[in-house]
Structures are given as C-alpha cells and as structure tokens.
C-alpha cells in the first residue's frame, strides 16, 4: 500500500475525530458519570475495608485459667500454646494485672470495686494470632486444641462479631463486583453505539481504506484509539468528580483515604480499556473482513 495514501487518509479520519468532538461530548460524560459512581463504590468499599481490618487486628483468643490452676499448669499452657499454629504471641495475665486492668477500663467508676472481696477476676493467656489465621474457621480449630486443656475454664473470642467482620468483607466484595460489572457493560454499550454513529459518518472514509489495500489492522487502530481516549477522556472526568467528592468528605471526617498514584493509573486504564472494548464491538458491523 502506498503509504503517502494511508498516512492523507489517516490524517482525514483525525479531522473526522476533531469534527466529531461535539457528538463525542455527550457519551464521555455519560462515561464519566459510570465510572464515577462506580469508583465512589471503590473508595467506600475501601475506607470501609480499612476500619474492618483495624478491629480484625484486634482479634485474639482468650484463655481463662482455673481458680486451682497451679504453677506447673501455666507451664505447661505456655509451653502448648506457643506451639500452636497461627499464634503469633502468648502473654500471660496474672490475676492482680487483671484486676487493675478492669479498674483502668472502669475509670471514674473504678470506685465499685471497693466493696468486693478478694479478686474474682481469673488469670489468663492472651493469644495473638498471624492476619491470615483470624478467620472463623481457624479461629474454632485453635479453640478446640485449648480449651479441653487442664487448668483451661474457659476460652473465648468473640465469636459473633468475628463472624460479623467476615460477613462485611464478603458483602463489600459482592457488591463492588456487582457494580463493577453492571457499569462496565454500560461504559462499552455506550462506547460501542457512539462509534457505530461515527462509522457510519465515515463509511466513504472505511471504503477508501480497503480501496487503497489497508489491512483490517490499519483500518481498525484509528477507531480502537479513539474509543481508547473517550474511555481515557470517561476516566479522567470521574476522577475529578472523585477528587472534589473526596475533598468535601474529608472536610466532615478524617482519615478518608483516596486513590494512590497506582489507583489513579489503574482507573485511568480500565476507562481506555472500556472504551476499546465497545469500539471492538461496533468494529464488527463495520469490519467483515479476516484479521490481519
């Protein structure tokens, strides 16, 4: 192929582009919008991932020993649970430790105290266990190696919210998939009716190209470009909606945390991506020859 012609017939579908870009307005920011909603999921989802995982931290076992527990029990529970899979640290809690834990919890009304007897709060073993063992299921295996122990009364680590905690992290997940999909469909079926109008304004442009003996490639890149950029153009409008969003957010409440500069990147990508999937789509009306 003479490429004197191609690169005059390329140019021309450039100048087709600029003259389009008004047509090109309105499905950007219907783009813009999609991915807009869709990253105000990602950021909820996100900041809200994060306060979970700050009281997932949090999660341990407990181990309360009996009354008659002795020094040789202790010993030996020392000895077995630092052994144990997926604990990370053992720590001790004598029963004075305890008690004067209990008093800092009461604070002002640490005076209640006053009038019980003796001790009755038990000593105990804190269990801290690795991230990737604060899980449910884990959780139960360990208690079930402890607590039928000598000297064990009783172990807990409160079970319901444990549960609880997993049940938020599945839901967020679900739910940012849902939406990711749904508006993702969306960005391309809009993408890939805009470009069919723009093909359709220059099918005498497409014959030329065949005419002329460009290859499917040739002919297809131009088109795969400018959805790419109304998908970039798409990404860019929602991140500065995001941006605005986020700055508003963070004037009511602190710590919200916003994309990174990788976050920024990757969303700027899926948006380029959406836009050369729906010309792909529109491409086949058009497009009837063999790959190149």
Known sequence: MNSTKLEHVLRELGHGFRRSLR?????VVLMGIALFVFGLFLLGTSNL???????????????YLRDDAGEADRTRLTDLLGKLGGVRAVRYVSEDEALEN?????????YLLEGVEGN?????????????????ERIRSLVSEVEWQGGVESVVFGESWVGKLERWIYFFVAVDLFFG??????????VENTMK???ADRKDTIEVLRIVGA??????????????????????????LL???HRFASERLSGILFLGPGGVVLFCCIGAGLGAAGTLLSLRRYMRMPRS
Request: net charge neutral.
């Open 181 to 190: 999909i749904v508006l993702g469909v969306a960005t391309v079926l809009v």
């Open 215 to 240: 290859t499917p490639g040739q002919i297809r890149l131009p088109y795969l470009l400018e959805g790419a950029l109304l998908g970039l153009g798409a990404a860019a409008l929602a991140l500065l």
């Open 120 to 136: 009755p709060l038990p000593a105990s073993f804190e269990l801290e266990l690795y991230d990737d063992w604060k899980t449910l």
């Open 243 to 245: 941006s605005e969003s």
């Open 49 to 63: 991932q994060r306060v979970i995982q700050a009281a997932q931290e949090k999660v341990g076992i407990t181990v």
């Open 197 to 199: 109008l723009a093909m």
């Open 23 to 27: 047509s090109h307005l309105a499905p």
């Open 102 to 110: 209990f008093r800092r919890t009461l604070g002002g009304r640490a």
